[in-house]
């Protein structure tokens, strides 16, 4: 995630729980006929520099 994403993701888990480290998990809601992609580009859009072990996965 780029810093500044993972920065300001990071900051109600920093306020709230004291929690200091990077997103572990990210949950997405996109419609049934996009998941597809959606789930092709989520790796390189929250780990651009190291897409290869971002799981995505489905509930």
Not at 4 to 24: S, V, W
Not at 33 to 45: D, G, K
């Amino acid at each position: 995630m780029h810093a500044d994403r993972q920065r300001h993701a990071a900051d109600p888990a920093r306020a709230e729980l004291g929690f200091d480290g990077p997103p572990t998990v990210i949950c997405v809601k996109a419609e049934e006929e996009h998941i597809e992609a959606v789930s092709q580009v989520l790796p390189a859009t929250v780990r651009p520099e190291l897409p290869g072990p971002v799981t995505v996965s489905r509930p």
